[in-house]
């Protein structure tokens, strides 16, 4: 099974007189990259956040958000008159450069970041616990809208596969006449520069061997079938993460198909190397938004 790298988990929930909200989305990222947006309340535990989501998520650009929101009960704030008096000359200031009345500097101040706090306000155990499953929650949300995203993602690589290994027995249907052209077309150039009864058939025959040995792609065709195995296999290994994986093999498909082009010497296998090559392209593409 696949996980996209995409998804987007929410849970919101009460507890005594706090109402806390926590929102999850990740994108596509090489490695795991976290932005985390919570209140002063959850700072001493920012660590733990940040192991938990690294530790259920693996990759991805993910970004968390999560708000403590008082319902209405009073509690006693502080204000931090120092940085109140740091914002009040360059609020001035850009108020004379304006032309802007200075009537309501002062409830303009107070509603600056960390000018007005609560006073030794902390999370108790069980506070911190509760928050704490409902990130989980809003983290398995998220997980199953990667798994569902997943599934799409899984259906088109296997599309993508099975129209290379199409591609491929068209090759195997070709091979047998490409022989018999490089043949010919090697007679009829003797025959039109040497002349029909001029050239020893015999080294003509050692040198056809040399050469189709030399383009013979009866080994690319073993490689590359067993690598199409493999990535089959791979889709319905049990790792979530394995996007990578799924990449190396992609790259030694197209290794194969490139090897498999440079030796074909023949439109018809060309013309099919062509459209593995389309197909292998857009698999490359959509494995980016693998975990």
Known sequence: MLYSMTGYGRAEAILKDKTCLIEVKSLNGKQFDVRLNCPSLLKPYEVEIRNKLNE?????????????????????????????????????????????GTENILSTILKMPDVVSSSN???????????????NQAIQHLIKHRAEEGKSIEKDLLE???????????????????????????????????????????????????????IDISEERVRLKNHCDYFKAMLNDGDPCKG???????????????????????????????????ELEKAKEQILNVL
């Not at 040497?194 to 040198?207: H, I």
Request: with cysteine; charged share 30%.
């Open 121 to 135: 306000e902390v999370l108790t155990e069980e506070e911190w616990k509760f928050i704490f499953e409902l990130l």
């Open 160 to 214: 993508k596969i099975i129209a290379i290994e199409a591609q491929q027995a068209v090759v195997e249907i070709h091979e047998p006449n490409r022989r018999d052209k490089i043949k010919d077309g090697m007679v009829k150039l003797l025959e039109q520069h040497v002349g029909a009864d001029k050239y020893d058939q015999n080294r003509l025959e050692q040198e056809l061997i040399y050469y189709i040995e030399k």
């Open 56 to 100: 259920a998520l693996f990759r991805g650009s993910v970004e968390c958000s999560i708000s403590i929101k008082s319902n209405g009960v009073n509690k006693p704030v502080s204000v931090n008159k120092e940085l109140a008096k740091s914002y009040y000359q360059p609020i001035m200031e850009l108020a004379n450069e304006l032309g802007i």
């Open 244 to 278: 990578k994986k799924l990449s190396f093999i992609l790259q030694e498909i197209g290794r194969e198909i490139n090897t498999t082009g440079s030796k074909a010497n023949d439109v018809d296998i060309q013309k099919a190397v062509i459209m593995m090559k389309d």
